[in-house]
């Protein structure tokens, strides 16, 4: 059946010395055809100088405790620790989803991965021999942007489709580099690696032919298995090739590395090199990564209308051990719904654009839409439910942030509710074979502000808060009842 979305904007400059604005209709469909962006393209508009350059840098598995300025006493992250101090540290904030496929649509569409079906209770992310992926109806950052014909590219692991109708270039991206899903898939049987018993080796290191995985530019397959001993550093070339080609007019770069998800693989100049193992080099790579990112803005003289995010698309993947990321002071880790599964180092770094503070108010990727929308005189779609607020008066120092609430979200299934300090669990999963549930008797109640670490149970103390945030649970569970189908589970038909 053929869905039409008709999605109506209005977006205005917003410099003080222009002020103009247009309307225009979007029209998606399911049927849309890949690789065609002039299908897409809604009108040409003249670029003005109020349109900033986004970039979002978006680690794998990186925990909240594997960044120096978050508390990590081993790992050098020097440029990660600089956006801090000359922008802004978030402490609370929480990916969309502790996995990978539901967090980066969340991210992309501003919306829980429940909405456009990105969240299963079948299959937790997409494989090698799935056949769905974000739906062509759903508007990504990338779309909104081309609105003001931003140039925009994605680096990197995508992980939302990996078949021709879901690739990157038919979500609003001109350009795709990158391994379409995660770099252990497609792992040769009968070869050491990390998923038999390696895990339990500091020491070792993965073959990179043991893991068949492609990797793509636009969407064509240039290499097969990739090199990924050297993958950040590609991805980080490309980046800064897109960025200096696109110096002159706005654009939007999303680089979600591979890693430190594993297989571990770090470059010469980096493996060998961290006090805290293989996975120590894989993040000091990323921290070059992103200071390669800062420096060539700053040497093309545009930092002061760039804006650069850094997060992670859930917490790290503890059952890897010593080859796995920390969390820190926050409890369990990736898959799970405690805050080691979601709560996400975050910085955001502008010089033009973003006033210096450590921020302790709460946001979440899917904010990021949002937010980008304000910066870049846009509005967010308005026909169909939206779950981004706009951090952009944080960034500027003017406001506080608008998010009150959190809901998490997993597998298909909402586990609990965050308002204002107070937490409600009501699904729990095992913390290292996360997906494997653990039986509740009850939910549980954690005050996050006094009790970071949820050690401290206060159900029975608190039973009007629980009664507050159980109806809460309800009603969203209510207002999600019309989410699009599951677009997890299905199977490329052999
Ligand atoms: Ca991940």
Same mark, same amino acid.
């Given at each position: 059946?053929?869905?039409?979305?008709?999605?109506?904007?209005?977006?205005?400059?917003?410099?003080?010395?222009?002020?103009?604005?247009?309307?225009?209709?979007?029209?998606?469909?399911?049927?849309?055809?890949?690789?065609?962006?002039?299908?897409?393209?809604?009108?040409?508009?003249?670029?003005?100088?109020?349109?900033?350059?986004?970039?979002?840098?978006?680690?794998?598995?990186?925990?909240?405790?594997?960044?120096?300025?978050?508390?990590?006493?081993?790992?050098?992250?020097?440029?990660?620790?600089?956006?801090?101090?000359?922008?802004?540290?978030?402490?609370?904030?929480?990916?969309?989803?502790?996995?990978?496929?539901?967090?980066?649509?969340?991210?992309?569409?501003?919306?829980?991965?429940?909405?456009?079906?990105?969240?299963?209770?079948?299959?937790?992310?997409?494989?090698?021999?799935?056949?769905?992926?974000?739906?062509?109806?759903?508007?990504?950052?990338?779309?909104?942007?081309?609105?003001?014909?931003?140039?925009?590219?994605?680096?990197?692991?995508?992980?939302?489709?990996?078949?021709?109708?879901?690739?990157?270039?038919?979500?609003?991206?001109?350009?795709?580099?990158?391994? $379409?899903?995660?770099?252990?898939?497609?792992?040769?049987?009968?070869?050491?690696?990390?998923?038999?018993?390696?895990?339990?080796?500091?020491?070792?290191?993965?073959?990179?032919?043991?893991?068949?995985?492609?990797?793509?530019?636009?969407?064509?397959?240039?290499?097969?298995?990739?090199?990924?001993?050297?993958?950040?550093?590609?991805?980080?070339?490309?980046? %800064?090739?897109?960025?200096?080609?696109?110096?002159?007019?706005?654009?939007?770069?999303?680089?979600?590395?591979?890693?430190?998800?594993?297989?571990?693989?770090?470059?010469?100049?980096?493996?060998?090199?961290?006090?805290?193992?293989?996975?120590?080099? %894989?993040?000091?790579?990323?921290?070059?990564? %992103?200071?390669?990112?800062?420096?060539?803005?700053?040497?093309?003289?545009?930092?002061?209308?760039?804006?650069?995010?850094?997060?992670?698309?859930?917490? $790290?993947?503890?059952?890897?051990?010593?080859?796995?990321?920390?969390?820190?002071?926050?409890?369990?880790?990736?898959?799970?719904?405690?805050?080691?599964?979601?709560?996400?180092?975050?910085?955001?770094?502008?010089?033009?654009?973003?006033?210096?503070?450590?921020?302790?108010?709460?946001?979440?990727?899917?904010?990021?839409?949002?937010?980008?929308?304000?910066?870049?005189?846009?509005?967010?779609?308005?026909?169909?439910?939206?779950?981004?607020?706009?951090?952009?008066?944080?960034?500027?120092?003017?406001?506080?942030?608008?998010?009150?609430?959190?809901?998490?979200?997993?597998?298909?299934?909402?586990?609990?509710?965050?308002?204002?300090?107070?937490?409600?669990?009501?699904?729990?999963?095992?913390?290292?074979?996360?997906?494997?549930?653990?039986?509740?008797?009850?939910?549980?109640?954690?005050?996050?502000?006094?009790? %970071?670490?949820?050690?401290?149970?206060?159900?029975?103390?608190?039973?009007?808060?629980?009664?507050?945030?159980?109806?809460?649970?309800?009603?969203?569970?209510?207002?999600?009842?019309?989410?699009? $189908?599951?677009?997890?589970?299905?199977?490329?038909?052999?």
């Amino acid at each position: 059946m053929i869905k039409r979305l008709v999605f109506s904007l209005i977006f205005c400059g917003l410099t003080a010395a222009t002020f103009h604005s247009c309307t225009f209709s979007y029209i998606k469909g399911e049927d849309d055809k890949p690789n065609n962006p002039e299908q897409k393209s809604i009108s040409k508009n003249t670029i003005d100088n109020s349109s900033p350059n986004f970039v979002i840098i978006f680690a794998d598995d990186m925990g909240y405790g594997d960044v120096a300025s978050f508390g990590n006493p081993n790992i050098r992250t020097p440029h990660l620790d600089r956006m801090g101090i000359e922008g802004q540290k978030w402490t609370q904030f929480y990916s969309a989803d502790p996995v990978c496929t539901p967090s980066r649509a969340g991210l992309l569409t501003g919306r829980y991965p429940i909405r456009n079906g990105m969240t299963s209770k079948d299959r937790a992310v997409l494989f090698p021999d799935s056949d769905g992926g974000l739906p062509q109806s759903e508007i990504t950052i990338a779309e909104l942007l081309k609105q003001k014909d931003y140039a925009t590219a994605c680096i990197g692991k995508w992980h939302l489709g990996h078949l021709p109708q879901h690739l990157p270039t038919t979500q609003g991206f001109d350009y795709y580099f990158g391994i $379409p899903y995660s770099n252990d898939m497609d792992a040769k049987p009968g070869q050491a690696h990390y998923h038999d018993d390696s895990k339990d080796d500091p020491a070792f290191y993965p073959e990179i032919s043991t893991y068949h995985v492609p990797l793509l530019e636009n969407t064509t397959v240039i290499e097969r298995p990739a090199d990924q001993t050297n993958i950040t550093k590609r991805y980080t070339e490309k980046a %800064v090739e897109f960025i200096t080609q696109n110096k002159d007019k706005p654009f939007f770069l999303y680089l979600p590395h591979s890693m430190p998800h594993i297989p571990l693989f770090a470059g010469d100049d980096f493996y060998g090199k961290s006090k805290r193992g293989h996975y120590g080099d %894989v993040i000091e790579e990323i921290d070059w990564s %992103v200071g390669k990112v800062m420096k060539t803005l700053e040497e093309l003289d545009i930092e002061d209308n760039t804006l650069v995010i850094f997060t992670s698309d859930n917490g $790290p993947w503890l059952l890897f051990k010593t080859h796995g990321g920390s969390a820190g002071p926050l409890k369990d880790g990736k898959g799970t719904h405690f805050e080691g599964g979601q709560r996400v180092p975050t910085f955001f770094w502008g010089p033009g654009i973003v006033k210096p503070k450590v921020v302790t108010e709460v946001g979440s990727t899917m904010d990021i839409m949002s937010t980008i929308a304000s910066l870049a005189g846009l509005k967010i779609p308005n026909d169909r439910k939206m779950d981004s607020q706009d951090l952009s008066e944080v960034l500027t120092g003017t406001g506080h942030s608008p998010r009150t609430e959190f809901y998490y979200w997993g597998y298909g299934e909402l586990a609990g509710v965050r308002s204002g300090n107070y937490k409600l669990v009501v699904k729990e999963r095992k913390p290292l074979l996360y997906w494997n549930k653990v039986e509740m008797e009850r939910p549980k109640l954690f005050d996050l502000e006094t009790d %970071v670490s949820e050690k401290y149970d206060l159900y029975d103390l608190m039973p009007e808060k629980v009664k507050e945030l159980q109806a809460m649970l309800d009603a969203h569970l209510e207002d999600t009842e019309d989410s699009l $189908p599951d677009n997890l589970a299905s199977r490329i038909q052999k």
